[in-house]
């Protein structure tokens, strides 16, 4: 079964310090076929990828392409025999242009031996065009969306003549409309014949799109198949070994007086009329379509966002933000949903990233307490399982989904009265998410009171005493738990009917 693979890995191990990360791992892709890689954050996925295109060296093991056996000393190298992939970080260069960006390090070159600018500009528009992307390729990255960008790390790993495409997390980032036609890409390429390699902790998404699966267990292979063959209890079994409990953890909770009153809150272009009340111990469901406003809305209660009128109230009492600070001081937390960029430092260890917001309450004569720092990281990142080999350890160093938890960590830790979460499980495995849920709903126990924005349905009906639903800049409907449904909100969100 196994022989018609175009790129095989056998046995391949990788060692960070204090880390096995991948243990004696196989792997085989298929021409035509997608296959999906699974496994819980800090698996050995995306450790995986960077051996596979030579960013990194394997320790032990085989790499077998086309039945030959390669060593790729650098990506060029992998690059040169078609190997291509979008990455979970994908590096790009915000002050450089579209097209620059799609062929760095690989740019066309005239018979002059210098830059040839305008063939790079027409293949960039060949490229983008294909991918159903059309854009500027003069265009300076900055100046796009995150969902932009991103075709334009995808239209850079297709800029080679690619045999195997390999996709980490690539819809983590991606609106409904562009994770359609990303789908669509998929399977265009594979049309073409091209092997591909699907990473996603979406299980919808491994039944729409993948033939075959691959499963990691703390960087060992656990076993590999068809995905016809399977269900997804079965996939999650192999992942944890254990089965997730996957009805909600929604405790009944004494819901209290109101504590956060938002009255007619506008943006002079993102949203207008935003009033709504929050409840001690309440978790609060915000559901809208990317481009609704919701992010936008709880940036505006974070201080985040200029342009903004109208009366914030916490307790009963008029608030100004203008600030993250004077959010914090007054008790208001926010974790967004673009981790990376807005809520870490990577270069400094997890106990620093999780003791940030409160240093000065941590400084006593210009002496940090590190004792209380590193009792703090413990705590909250014990809480939500963040995997990493000591919690001195650099948070670069860390598996996206375990950044990612150190953030939410970070916030936690502050103690305070309400905390937003910006879509809280996005890029954290299955067994993670549960505990996620299950942190939630002790933090609304514990008296806190929770805004949670989610485009997860079943997260947002599963989680929330009661569910707002945003469209274009507007709060265009308001269910309790007892009535809401799948298809209420649904058509709300899209602006069908309005129910209430
Ligand atoms: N450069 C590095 N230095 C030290 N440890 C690392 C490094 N890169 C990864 N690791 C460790 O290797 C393990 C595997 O990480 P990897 O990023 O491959 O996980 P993953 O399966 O992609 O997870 P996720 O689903 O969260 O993206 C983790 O324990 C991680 O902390
Ligand atoms: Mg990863």
């Known amino acids: ?289 990317v481009g609704s406003g919701r992010t936008e809305v709880m940036q505006a209660l974070f201080g985040t966002s200029e342009q903004v009128t109208g009366t914030v109230k916490m307790e009963g009492k008029e608030v100004t933000i203008h600030s993250p600070k004077e959010a914090i001081d007054n008790g208001i937390v926010y974790v967004p949903e673009e981790r990376q960029k807005q809520g870490i430092v990577l270069e400094l260890p997890i106990y620093q990233n999780v003791s940030l917001p409160q240093i000065e309450r941590l400084t006593k004569n210009g002496q940090v307490d590190q004792e209380g720092e590193m009792t703090l990281a413990r705590q909250y990142c014990e809480r939500l399982q963040v995997k990493a080999s000591s919690w001195n350890e650099k948070v670069m160093n860390l598996s996206g989904g375990n950044q990612q938890k150190v953030v939410i960590a970070k916030w936690l830790a502050t103690n305070p009265k309400v905390i937003i979460l910006d879509e809280p499980t996005k890029g954290i495995d299955i067994g993670s998410k549960s505990a996620v849920h299950a942190f939630m709903s002790e933090l609304v126990d514990s008296g806190l009171s929770v805004i949670m924005v989610s485009s997860e349905l079943p997260e947002i009906l599963g989680m929330s005493d009661r569910i707002l639903v945003m469209n274009e800049g507007l709060i265009v409907g308001e269910l309790s738990r007892a009535d809401a449904t799948p298809e209420k909100v649904v058509s709300l969100a899209t602006g069908g009917i309005v129910v209430c």
């Not at 892709?29 to 819980?40: F, R, S």
């Not at 305008?118 to 490229?127: G, L």
């Not at 993102?270 to 915000?286: C, Q, V």
Request: hydrophobic share 40%.
């Open 1 to 289: 079964m196994k022989n018609n693979a175009i790129f095989s890995l056998k046995k391949v191990s990788k060692v960070f310090p204090g880390v096995k990360a991948l243990d004696a791992v196989d792997l085989h892709l298929y021409p035509g076929q997608v296959t999906a890689l699974i496994g819980e954050n800090g698996a050995g996925k995306s450790t995986l990828v960077k051996t596979m295109t030579g960013i990194y060296q394997p320790d032990g093991g085989e790499i077998i392409f086309n039945g030959k056996p390669v060593q790729f000393h650098s990506p060029h190298d992998s690059h040169a025999l078609g190997i291509t992939a979008i990455h979970q970080e994908t590096v790009l260069f915000d002050d450089l242009t579209v097209a620059e960006n799609i062929f760095l390090g690989n740019y066309p070159m005239t018979k002059y031996f210098s830059i040839d600018w305008s063939t790079m500009v027409t293949r960039s528009q060949e490229i983008l065009s294909s991918i159903n992307a059309p854009m500027n390729p003069n265009q300076i990255l900055r100046e796009l969306s995150i969902g932009q960008k991103h075709m334009v790390g995808i239209a850079r790993a297709l800029s080679v003549d690619a045999k195997v495409v390999i996709l980490d997390e690539p819809t983590a980032a991606l609106s409904h409309h562009e994770i359609h036609e990303l789908y669509e890409l998929v399977n265009t390429l594979k049309k073409q014949g091209k092997a591909i390699l699907f990473i996603t902790h979406k299980f919808d998404e491994i039944f729409a799109l993948a033939d075959r699966y691959t499963v990691f267990r703390d960087g060992r292979y656990v076993g590999e198949g068809f995905v016809k063959d399977v269900n997804e209890a079965q996939l999650v079994e192999m992942m944890v070994a254990r089965s997730i409990d996957e009805t909600y953890p929604k405790k009944d909770v004494n819901i209290g007086e109101t504590l956060l009153e938002v009255v007619n809150l506008c943006h002079t272009t993102e949203f207008a009329n935003i009033s709504f009340s929050l409840k001690k111990g309440e978790i609060l469901g915000i559901y809208g379509l």
